[in-house]
């Protein structure tokens, strides 16, 4: 059962990242720095600095360039992707009232689709991009498209797409099998993948791609770009997700960690499995472990076996009633939030969790990180392990 965590440090600014061992340089001060400028008054209003790989994705953007995004967790992925397309729309803007011309308040038709891999980051995606939108003054309509949004709002999707829309590979699979999709995405200019090592190699990577490939058919001029903490092969994972339809460049951000793997086993180690198959005969480790930190993520690999060690932990500490969650995708909406929360709040003890908690949502680093059992790759461990501070 490894156990996660490294030196504890301060959490950066929203997502705005630590500058750690990238291999860019400061952003020189060239004739592009006006562009960028409207973005970097931004940061600076909310107590950031943009990082050198922010930036160099925000200039390959605005050149017409897809890309791979390859830093470590919380160092600024997604501000990264979202400034990309915030740019080039306030120079739109400036363009238009140069000529005199008002700037319409009404969505222009889907520009940016940003898929997810789990539905329960698409809540947190959705804030933090919604807050650029609104402090740059850009009339956009942001909206979800996954198996939690209300009937509602999917039936005015179906008369006519948001500026922005966050989807699952699966809900955009539907979109495009609708009569009416291709006039609908006629003015798409980007898609961002978040956190594409979740995606590439399985099932649902083949499905991504699947749905990129009718997007590049339609609109050839497509921008792809993908976010990723763990990933080996930077060059596959980046052919992969361009299909080589525009130029594509690797951008490096903060990568560098260092981590602490302990490996928890039973003093006696039984010819068939222990009982229950899912290492609850570790029980007492595991509740002196998370006794002994301040905050704790206690992994899984299934819902089942979530909901099985949190009434475990529960029965063995009935004291921590209130301080002690469980989060996975089959819950609540308003559920998974309050975890969420908690989490940012510093209330919650420990938190049993499948890979909802995993990625791309938004909150302090913790104590320690423990995996139950067998993680289902090296990549998903260290994508795991980095959410200890």
């Not at 909310?46 to 925000?58: D, L, M, S, T, Y």
């Not at 979740?198 to 590049?216: D, I, P, V, Y």
């Amino acid at each position: 059962m490894p156990r996660a965590k490294r030196p504890r440090t301060p959490k950066p600014a929203a997502d705005a990242g630590t500058d750690v061992a990238t291999d860019v340089g400061p952003a020189p001060m060239d004739a592009s720095a006006a562009l960028l400028a409207p973005l970097r008054a931004w940061f600076a209003s909310k107590g950031w600095q943009p990082f050198a790989f922010q930036e160099e994705v925000w200039r390959v953007y605005l050149a017409g360039e897809s890309g791979l995004v390859h830093a470590t967790t919380g160092t600024g992925k997604t501000y990264a992707a979202w400034g990309g397309p915030l740019l080039r729309a306030l120079a739109e803007q400036q363009q238009l009232l140069a000529q005199g011309k008002t700037v319409p308040q009404k969505s222009p038709g889907l520009k940016v689709l940003w898929l997810t891999p789990l539905r329960a980051l698409a809540a947190d995606t959705e804030k933090a991009l919604q807050e650029a939108l609104v402090d740059l003054k850009i009339p956009w309509l942001l909206e979800r498209r996954t198996g939690d949004t209300s009937a509602t709002t999917r039936r005015h999707q179906r008369e006519r797409l948001p500026t922005a829309l966050i989807t699952t590979p699966e809900s955009l699979s539907l979109l495009l099998a609708r009569a009416d999709s291709r006039q609908q995405l006629a003015g798409l200019e980007s898609v961002v993948i978040d956190e594409w090592h979740e995606l590439l190699g399985g099932k649902r990577g083949t499905q991504t791609e699947l749905c990129l490939a009718r997007l590049r058919e339609w609109q050839p001029a497509v921008q792809v770009w993908g976010l990723s903490a763990t990933l080996g092969n930077l060059e596959h994972a980046l052919d992969v997700l361009t299909g080589h339809s525009t130029p594509a460049r690797i951008v490096h951000g903060a990568t560098s960690k260092s981590y602490e793997i302990e490996s928890m086993i039973p003093p006696v180690i039984e010819r068939f499995p222990w009982a229950g198959h899912l290492g609850i005969r570790l029980l007492p480790q595991v509740v002196e472990r998370i006794a002994a930190a301040r905050s704790t993520l206690v992994f899984t690999n299934t819902r089942a076996q979530t909901e099985l060690w949190y009434q475990a932990l529960l029965k063995a500490r009935p004291d921590w009633a209130g301080e002690l969650a469980l989060h996975h995708g089959s819950l609540d909406q308003d559920v998974r939030r309050w975890v969420e929360q908690g989490l940012r709040d510093g209330k919650l003890k420990a938190v049993v969790c499948t890979s909802s908690l995993d990625l791309g949502v938004d909150f302090s680093p913790v104590d320690q990180v423990l995996q139950i059992g067998s993680p289902k790759g090296v990549a998903r461990l260290l994508q795991r392990a980095g959410r200890a501070g």
